[in-house]
T-cell receptor, first 109, second 119 residues
Framework: GQNIDQPTEMTATEGAIVQINCTYQTSGFNGLFWYQQHAGEAPTFLSYNVLDGLEEKGRFSSFLSRSKGYSYLLLKELQMKDSASYLCAVRGGTYKYIFGTGTRLKVLA | GAVVSQHPSRVICKSGTSVKIECRSLDFQATTMFWYRQFPKQSLMLMATSNEGSKATYEQGVEKDKFLINHASLTLSTLTVTSAHPEDSSFYIC???????????????FGNGTRLTVT
């Protein structure tokens, strides 16, 4: 079967760093994507990994280890507006996008 | 960047009626569009893959006669919820990938979603 796991909720303080983990087991792998979704809105694209290693994009970085079926999204210098759900999605062997359960991040002042 | 427009954003309908949701790629052509459903505080569940000029591919457990998908052009896909029931109330989101503009690794771009409430 196909399975993507993320923590359900996380809380962090404004200005801090937070790491959101994602583990996956899928039939085939053609890339892993991270999306941000505010309540009642559509997801917006944050980052993409297809090779092992770290991809950095401003305050956001994403890491991938294909052998471990593991990724994380790192958010630095947290801001209140970063309070949202973060979705990990894997593009599988059939090129369908399978989404994880999502992690609701709450940033506290 | 690639823009996907979805309409309507909110719809309230009575049980037994049908509702049509439109999804348009505004500045690119999309041979494939994806329809997702999202329950409160849950992630996106793929319902079906809409293919331009051919039949949609439905995920296991999704009734194709209830959720009619039509992808008549390279920029428009529609989802019709037929004979809607209160349990169909949900957030429906379409998405597409600008494969030509963004290449193989281009991400999915999402419409703003449709909040369907069936009374």
């Amino acid at each position: 079967g196909q399975n993507i796991d993320q923590p359900t909720e996380m809380t962090a303080t404004e200005g801090a760093i937070v790491q959101i983990n994602c583990t996956y087991q899928t039939s085939g792998f053609n890339g892993l994507f991270w999306y941000q979704q505010h309540a009642g809105e559509a997801p917006t694209f944050l980052s993409y990994n297809v090779l092992d290693g770290l991809e950095e994009k401003g305050r956001f970085s994403s890491f991938l280890s294909r052998s471990k079926g593991y990724s994380y999204l790192l958010l630095k210098e947290l801001q209140m507006k970063d309070s949202a759900s973060y979705l990990c999605a894997v593009r599988g062997g059939t090129y369908k996008y399978i989404f994880g359960t999502g992690t609701r991040l709450k940033v506290l002042a | 960047g690639a823009v996907v427009s979805q309409h309507p954003s909110r719809v309230i309908c009575k049980s037994g009626t049908s509702v049509k949701i439109e999804c348009r790629s505004l500045d690119f052509q999309a041979t494939t569009m994806f329809w997702y459903r999202q329950f409160p505080k849950q992630s996106l569940m793929l319902m079906a893959t809409s293919n331009e000029g051919s039949k949609a591919t439905y995920e296991q457990g999704v009734e194709k006669d209830k959720f009619l998908i039509n992808h008549a052009s390279l920029t428009l896909s529609t989802l019709t919820v037929t004979s809607a029931h209160p349990e169909d109330s949900s957030f429906y989101i379409c998405s597409a990938r600008d494969r030509q503009g963004g290449g193989f690794n281009s991400p999915l771009h999402f419409g703003n979603g449709t909040r369907l409430t069936v009374t």
